[in-house]
């Protein structure tokens, strides 16, 4: 079985494309079940039941959605595999800029809008950088100026990646993504491991203080002039 | 630079053969895509630009120089041989005319010196006029238009240009048409506009998601066509001086 992270901020198109692309694959006659994670509300479920995929939602309520996935990748494997599936393919949430729950034998893939601005491609981060596909959305919207600057943007963040540009209304692209799913691993789960170490997030507000004032906090604490200290046992 | 492609037929939506088995599109030719709605007119373009090979709906077959594209070519980004020009397609960058043509112009490897002849060009488009300090997002959509095409004939290196349904733009569609093909691309427009389909060379005729027909546009058509220009000239120059406040008291009489 193969694993394909799909990452990528709120209405980029993630979904949108993914059905054509396991539509793709379903007539190949090659099965998928998807788990979407999200915070604390998602349809996506019942989107992808339409097209007949098993589906399973995660919601992380108060907890990062990608460390939440992360914890819960050897579930979503075993309930994959009962499924007899051929893939499976988990939509993250897609809100932390810092995350990327891309592991090694993954495929990751990261969808990002085009309408989104260029210079979009310089601030997201490890999502980007660290994944094997980027996905290009919503080109249908923009000059072809700007969807050829965005296309370089994306390629100066990860000269590696294979770009698909694609267009989640008509399908258009989403083919060529299904070609990238069937030449991936096979997931391996006692090897995985996270391509991107997940940031440090130890400080007071993590475990709940709601207090403002600097003097109630602990713990590892940033500066906005970049000055950064420990404080604590 | 290519000299040709070649359409191989596939089938539409019945799963019947398509009636055209084969077009061929040269070098500085227009071709239109006319047909009604859920006609496959989309299918047919979204084909091309992704240089099928019978692993679309339609099964057609693409080949440029009557070779298949190798998959390099068909998936390298930056060898990317088609270039797309839509009716919804808008500027949405934070920046000046000027910033984004070098920004593109660099991005492209072309030279700084494209930059004045793309808001030339531009300029012989659209009336309103086109100047470097504009910021893209305050452009008009005859503006927008006018500097699309003006960029895709000039920084764009991709030889085929699809332009789809740009009718309502506020440019002068017949001389942005023929900026295109004069840049040596290949066109091809989807449209019902007579001013756009009758100077095509040739038209392909599309009917439930095949290719019924292939029309040459006739000597007949063609001064059809002139006329269609000189009210399409006159309505823009209406419209600029509609737009500059200007009373309009009576129009030019036009021969038909
Ligand atoms: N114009 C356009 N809209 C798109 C495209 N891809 C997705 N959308 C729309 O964008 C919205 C968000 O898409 P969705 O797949 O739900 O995003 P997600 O939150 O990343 O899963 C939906 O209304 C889609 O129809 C595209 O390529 N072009
Ligand atoms: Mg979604
Ligand atoms: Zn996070
Ligand atoms: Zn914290």
Redesign the interface.
């Known amino acids: 079985m193969r694993m394909i992270i799909v990452a990528g901020t709120p209405g980029s198109g993630k979904t949108a494309v993914l059905m054509h692309a396991l539509k793709s694959l379903n007539e190949r006659n090659l099965k998928s079940s998807v788990v979407k994670v999200d915070c604390l509300y998602t349809d996506d479920d019942k989107k992808f039941a339409k097209i007949g995929v098993p589906t399973k939602v995660g919601l992380s309520m108060d907890m990062c959605p990608d460390h939440y996935a992360i914890y819960n990748t050897e579930d979503m494997i075993s309930w994959a595999m009962e499924n007899e599936s051929d893939f499976l393919v988990m939509e993250t949430a897609g809100l932390c800029h810092r995350c990327a729950p891309y592991t090694v034998n993954c495929l990751g893939v990261c969808v990002i809008d085009a309408t989104s601005g260029p210079n979009t491609p310089l601030k997201v981060g490890p999502f980007l950088s660290t994944a094997d596909v980027a996905v290009i959305t919503k080109g249908d919207m923009i000059s072809q100026a700007e969807r050829e600057i965005f296309r370089e943007r994306v390629l100066e963040v990860n000269p590696n990646c294979k770009v698909i540009e694609a267009n989640g209304l008509s399908g258009q692209g989403c083919v060529e993504l299904a070609e990238e799913m069937l030449k991936s691993k096979e997931v391996a789960l006692d090897e995985e491991k996270l391509r991107h170490s997940a940031p440090l997030a130890v400080c007071t507000l993590c475990v709940g203080e709601t207090k403002v004032n600097k003097k109630y906090h602990r713990g590892i604490l940033r500066r906005i002039d970049g000055f950064q200290k420990y404080e604590g046992e | 630079m290519i000299e040709e492609i070649t359409i191989i037929g596939g089938y539409d939506k019945q799963g019947n053969k398509e009636p055209v088995e084969k077009v061929i599109i040269k070098k500085g030719e227009i071709f239109g895509v006319v047909g009604p709605t859920g006609s496959g007119k989309?299918s047919l373009i979204?084909d091309i630009?992704?240089l099928a090979q019978e692993?679309?709906f339609s099964k057609r077959k693409i080949l440029v120089d009557n070779k298949e594209p190798s998959y390099e070519d068909r998936?390298n980004?930056?060898k990317?041989m088609v270039?797309?020009?839509?009716q919804?397609?808008?500027?949405?960058?934070?920046m000046s005319v000027g910033d984004?043509?070098t920004?593109?112009a660099k991005?492209?490897g072309a030279s700084n010196k494209c930059v004045n002849a793309v808001v030339e060009l531009a300029n012989t488009l659209t009336g309103e006029p086109i100047k470097n300090e504009h910021e893209l997002t305050i452009l008009s959509g005859g503006q927008?238009r006018a500097?699309?095409v003006a960029?895709?004939a000039i920084?764009?290196n991709?030889p085929i240009v699809l332009i789809d349904e740009i009718e309502n733009a506020g440019i002068r569609k017949h001389d942005a048409l023929k900026a295109l093909a004069g840049h040596g691309k290949i066109v091809m427009v989807v449209t019902h506009d007579p001013v756009l389909a009758l100077m095509t060379d040739k038209r392909i005729v599309m009917k439930n998601g095949g290719m019924q027909n292939v029309v040459h546009t006739s000597e007949k058509e063609k001064q059809i066509s002139e006329k269609l220009n000189k009210i399409d000239e006159l309505m823009l120059n209406l419209r600029d001086r509609v737009r500059n406040g200007e009373i309009l008291e009576e129009i030019e009489h036009i021969e038909i």
């Not at chain 2, 270039?83 to 839509?86: D, K």
């Not at chain 2, 919804?88 to 934070?94: E, G, I, S």
């Open positions: 989309s979204g630009e992704q692993d679309t998936t980004p930056r990317k270039a797309q020009l839509s919804n397609m808008n500027f949405l960058a934070d984004f043509l920004l593109h991005c492209r927008s500097l699309m960029d895709v920084i764009s991709s």
